[in-house]
């Protein structure tokens, strides 16, 4: 008997597309997908194994059937049962990071994922439609071979991306791989070649995605070029003469993140102004390494003010600050790019994330680390520390911040009241980018009736 029968079956709703969200996280996908679709998808089930996961999950979306189960214990009777349309997932990525052990598929991580890809084999009610997201990487799995073996063997047609959010104006740097497919005789408006895309200028042309009317802002946000290598963050010496943020609370939840238009799938500032001579300004020279990108919006538009009484709770500490201080990632608000967020940021300080400079006198911050420098060279780091690099409050970003630059709605996201601070930097870590995956979903669905 199926662990998985423990809940009722959602009633039938021939009206909506009927979605299994494996993976489930915090609900990632089912934001995009309200996102892309609206009233007509219906996510009839969530599954997740990670306790914590699935109590941000049900917070969010308590009238959601949500299992907190191993998918190893889901039958293809149970999922036949559901009717499915739709399959989305996010398997396990550690087997396949750039800074793992890249066990792959002896990593026993890729269990579910492989009993998934059995029960598939054995279902009479295929979904029509299925998206995949992973790491960078997984394109070169055994793994990935596999799954796409599985994927002709059933009759669908599928294509493969590399994307990161910078490329879509958000100022983060997430590179992740995504998988399309749909049921054969169903065909993708693109002609894609057999390596991933890494350049989504087709898709906003495609699906309009983005409009002249979406992109205008303070005369037009246009499509620029970066090298791949510009697109993993950098680290950032001085300040920025540009605008400074507003006053909103963290509090109160009311950041600076744009708002979301209705059946676009883009971030617009509230203060955009319309721009007739707008327009997508798609690369006529698409190298090996090079991918077209909205200019991304500062991160100060995602931003919230810190009280003084939760600041202490954000800042580096001066011990790391020790260790880690070249090492950093350091941005500004004025800052149009920032390294991506792992579940380990704040517990781990390189490698995980940025950490915030909100800025002080032109020139502060280039001058408190000349005079580090030259204590650190007199053996008087730890003093150097306390005098010069303190005083800057460098600070992580709040998990709320994180959650906007991954975009998720202010309005419709929260943390549950018992989370810690840590739980929600990992449930974050180990989610995806709504903005991003709602205009890959877009893509899938274009042209269907």
């Known amino acids: 008997k199926s662990v998985m029968a423990t809940k009722a079956l959602p009633r039938i709703d021939p009206g909506r597309l009927r979605v299994v ?24 089930a969530a599954i997740d194994i990670n306790t914590t ?39 396990p990525c550690q087997p396949f990071t750039r800074q793992g052990l890249k066990g792959d598929s002896s990593d026993h991580r890729t269990d579910s994922f492989f009993h998934l890809m059995e029960l598939m084999l054995q279902m009479a009610h295929l979904p029509k439609y299925l998206m995949v997201e992973n790491v960078e990487g997984f394109q070169n799995s055994r793994t990935r071979n596999h799954f796409t073996e599985i994927l002709e063997q059933l009759g669908f047609a599928y294509q493969e991306f590399l994307l990161s959010p910078v490329q879509f104006g958000i100022p983060n740097s997430r590179l992740r791989y995504y998988l399309l497919a749909k049921i054969k005789p169903s065909k993708f408006t693109l002609q894609l070649g057999e ?21 205008s802002e303070n005369g037009g946000r246009r499509l620029v ?28 939840g009311e950041c600076m993140l744009a708002q979301q238009t209705e059946n676009e799938g883009m971030l617009v500032q509230s203060n955009q102004t319309e721009s007739n001579n707008t327009q ?6 698409h190298t090996t390494g090079v991918v077209a990108h909205l200019r991304p919006n500062p991160l100060s538009h995602y931003l919230c003010a810190v009280s003084e009484a939760d600041l202490p709770k954000f800042l580096v500490p001066a011990k790391l600050l020790a260790k880690c201080a070249m090492a950093l990632d350091i941005v500004t608000p004025w800052s ?16 995980t994330g940025s950490v915030l400079y909100e800025g002080g006198p032109p020139g502060e911050l280039d001058e408190a680390y000349r005079a580090f420098l030259a204590g650190r060279s007199l053996g008087k780091e730890e003093e150097r520390v306390q005098d010069c690099l303190v005083p800057l409050k460098f600070r992580y970003f709040t998990p709320r911040e994180v959650a906007n630059l991954m975009c998720f709605p202010p309005k419709t996201f929260s943390f549950p009241p018992s989370a810690s601070q840590q739980q929600c930097y990992r449930v974050l870590g180990n989610s995806l980018n709504i903005t991003v995956v709602a205009a890959l979903l877009k893509y899938l669905f274009y042209g269907a009736e």
Do not use: M
């Not at 996908?29 to 998808?41: C, M, S, V």
């Not at 003469?241 to 006053?247: A, T």
């Not at 997508?280 to 020279?285: A, F, I, N, R, V």
């Not at 149009?336 to 490698?351: E, I, L, N």
């Open 336 to 351: 149009t790019q920032c390294c991506c967020f792992t579940k380990a940021y704040a517990h781990y300080s390189v490698g």
């Open 21 to 44: 969200e494996f993976y489930a996280g915090i609900g990632g996908y089912h934001y995009a997908l309200e996102q892309t679709l609206g009233d007509r998808a219906h996510v009839v």
């Open 280 to 285: 997508l300004e798609t690369s006529t020279q």
């Open 53 to 91: 996961a699935i109590e941000f999950y049900r917070h969010n979306f308590p009238s959601t059937p949500h299992f907190n189960r191993n998918i190893c214990g889901v039958t293809s009777t149970w999922l036949d049962a559901l009717l499915p349309d739709i399959f989305v997932l996010s398997p």
């Open 225 to 252: 070029e970066h090298t791949e290598s510009e697109c993993e963050g950098r680290r950032v010496w001085k300040t920025e003469s540009e605008g400074r943020r507003g006053g909103q609370t963290e509090s109160e």
């Open 195 to 215: 390596q991933p895309l890494r350049d989504p200028a087709l898709l906003f042309t495609v699906t309009g995605v983005f409009t002249p009317s979406v992109i």
